[in-house]
């Protein structure tokens, strides 16, 4: 049988969607095209692939054997394409990472931009997702490398670490002229009685401080936390900017907000800090490109952590500190005083209504 790679990868996708209508999707095709590509390959082959379910469409017992096989072939001519490219060096090629959301919109806007304008026939291909995706999408090599939480990317045994890039400091954001925007001396738990708008699951060294100052409501159902889960940081701020909600990001991700005074951050607790790390499949080597591009990340993640550092001074009063408190802004115009519990019973009643602000 002559082997045609578009009808293997056409009945790979199907066997991954169940679907002739998204694994059409997925690849950019009609869904005619991909019909009469899987009864091509079927045809070839001499026995059906696929059966019809209430599921959907599943590989047959001998279609499960043969896309296994299938898999490693463009596995291996995929390696093969890569060692071409290894070969070729930086004058032309590919490059695939993958991040997670805070990751992508802290350094992706920069490091981005700097390496096409220096490698313009090189292309870039970035997949965003949380580190579980990363993870997956390294073991398939559909990424070379991936930039996430190390906690969770550092202690797989199939990865090993090309980079740690150093801590980035996490601040509490709300909307200028939320209730707590005024107050000093705030605690997590504050934060705790409005919504929080999260972009990607928080790795267990943040949720557990978090959860352990998590108060229980005095009467009515608690709040679910998170309230909001949000595809990107960008959609979590915009969010916040237009309700009672809060929301985790660095200063740099915020700076036009911030320049703006639509967004104020109120809290950095010392253990609220994005600790990320660059890691690849074991053993398997980085094209020229791939390193100039690491290399680039380096280079872009140290300045915009230095760039960070007026922005703290402007909003704390302090270069560095290890638990850093907002001083409090002066109330608005017409405002009354609010102490901690007629805020802390307002902002439940107010759970209902926080979102949107209209």
């Known amino acids: 049988m002559q082997i045609d790679l ?7 996708a199907l066997a991954e969607h169940g679907s002739f209508t998204r694994a059409a999707e ?10 009469r590509g899987i009864k091509e390959l079927e045809t070839r082959v001499g026995l059906p692939l696929f059966t019809r379910s209430r599921a959907g469409h599943e590989p047959t017992d001998f279609g499960r054997v043969f896309l296994q096989h299938a898999v490693e072939v463009m596995r291996g001519v995929g390696d093969l394409e890569r060692e ?23 350094l992706l806007p920069h490091c981005g931009a700097r390496f096409s304008a220096a490698h313009p026939t090189v292309r870039l291909r970035v997949s965003m997702g949380d580190p579980a995706v990363m993870a997956r999408l390294l073991r398939s090599r559909a990424v070379d490398i991936a930039v996430a939480e190390a ?5 797989e045994v199939a990865f090993e670490v090309v980079a740690r890039l150093d801590p980035v400091d996490g601040f509490a954001l709300v909307r200028a002229g939320h209730p707590l925007a005024s107050h ?7 934060l705790l009685d409005y919504p ?7 790795p267990p060294r943040l949720l557990k401080p978090i959860l352990a100052t998590r108060r229980g409501p005095s009467s009515g159902p608690a709040m679910p936390f998170p309230a909001i889960e949000c595809p990107t940081a ?14 985790f990001g660095s200063l740099g991700m915020v700076r036009d907000d911030l320049e703006r005074g639509r967004l104020v951050p109120v809290l950095q607790p010392a253990w609220l800090r994005a600790e990320w790390t660059v890691v690849r499949l074991r053993n398997r080597t980085l094209s020229p490109a791939m390193n100039a591009f ?3 990340i380096q280079r872009t993640h140290a300045a915009l952590v230095r760039d960070e550092e007026p922005l703290r001074a402007q909003f704390f009063g302090s270069p560095r500190a290890s638990h850093m408190q907002r001083p409090p802004s002066p109330p608005r115009m017409g405002s009354k005083p609010r102490g901690p519990a007629r805020q802390r019973s307002s902002a439940r009643k107010r759970q209902s209504q926080s979102l949107p602000r209209g």
């Open 151 to 155: 906690t969770v990317l550092e202690d």
């Open 26 to 35: 997925a690849l950019d095709i009609t869904q005619p095209s991909l019909s």
């Open 294 to 296: 690491v290399e680039e």
């Open 6 to 12: 578009r009808l293997l990868r056409q009945a790979q």
């Open 234 to 247: 960008h959609f979590a701020s915009r969010i916040v900017a237009e309700s009672d909600a809060f929301t």
């Open 196 to 202: 929080f708008a999260q972009v990607v699951m928080l």
């Open 184 to 190: 000093a001396h705030l605690e997590i738990g504050d």
């Open 84 to 106: 071409v490219a290894l070969a070729k060096g930086l004058a032309s090629g590919e490059v695939s990472v993958g991040m997670g959301p805070y990751a992508a919109e802290f």
